[in-house]
T-cell receptor
Framework: SQTIHQWPATLVQPVGSPLSLECTVEGTSNPNLYWYRQAAGRGLQLLFYSVGIGQISSEVPQNLSASRPQDRQFILSSKKLLLSDSGFYLC???????????FGDGTRLSIL | KQEVTQIPAALSVPEGENLVLNCSFTDSAIYNLQWFRQDPGKGLTSLLLIQSSQREQTSGRLNASLDKSSGRSTLYIAASQPGDSATYLCAVDSGNTGKLIFGQGTTLQVKP
């Protein structure tokens, strides 16, 4: 069966520090991969999605970036975090457009 | 531009009641619609996926319906239990990119 792993579960970082969040999916190949942010009291905002290795689409201009170095690995990064980057970051995958999207457990990011 | 609305934002019911959660969308040209459950501080759990050609899907005590022409979906929960307490989100896949557009969610509390 397919599983998704996302880490770390919580992270506290100072303003201006770098960020790297990792997500991996097991039990499938060439999944569509997604990064979302859920700010407190707000809905889910799609940040990036990828339909294949090295193929990244950005939805919102920001100081975050994403990479997909391997088929089932999706990384969210920043060179310098801002206070506004605080939030709950969720990775998700699906096998195809007619399949359900599945989410990881999320990373709670707090910027001090 | 697709917009998804969920009403009510919050709902409190006594245990055992049957209840209906509503989801509406502005553009009827959808590919599919998915219902999720989110427990506090957790990721999203996929409940039901309805393709655009389908009218409803059922899983246990859950039944989701889709009326594309009116831009509506409902999630019916039968014989509600305290364990059903969570936030329920609907998401619509529309357009050419396969992105999900999420509603703000309905927070359900089932009282024992």
């Amino acid at each position: 069966s397919q599983t998704i792993h996302q880490w770390p579960a919580t992270l506290v970082q100072p303003v201006g520090s770098p960020l790297s969040l990792e997500c991996t999916v097991e039990g499938t190949s060439n999944p569509n991969l997604y990064w979302y942010r859920q700010a407190a009291g707000r809905g889910l905002q799609l940040l990036f999605y990828s339909v294949g290795i090295g193929q990244i689409s950005s939805e919102v201009p920001q100081n975050l970036s994403a990479s997909r170095p391997q088929d089932r690995q999706f990384i969210l990064s920043s060179k310098k975090l801002l206070l506004s980057d605080s939030g709950f970051y969720l990775c998700a995958w699906r096998d195809g457009r007619d399949q359900p999207q599945h989410f990881g457990d999320g990373t709670r990011l707090s910027i001090l | 531009k697709q917009e998804v609305t969920q009403i009510p934002a919050a709902l409190s019911v006594p245990e055992g009641e049957n209840l209906v959660l509503n989801c509406s969308f502005t553009d009827s040209a959808i590919y599919n619609l998915q219902w999720f459950r989110q427990d506090p501080g957790k990721g999203l759990t996929s409940l039901l996926l309805i393709q655009s050609s389908q009218r409803e899907q059922t899983s246990g005590r859950l039944n989701a319906s889709l009326d594309k022409s009116s831009g509506r979906s409902t999630l019916y929960i039968a014989a509600s239990q305290p364990g059903d307490s969570a936030t329920y989100l609907c998401a619509v896949d529309s357009g050419n990119t396969g992105k999900l557009i999420f509603g703000q969610g309905t927070t359900l509390q089932v009282k024992p």
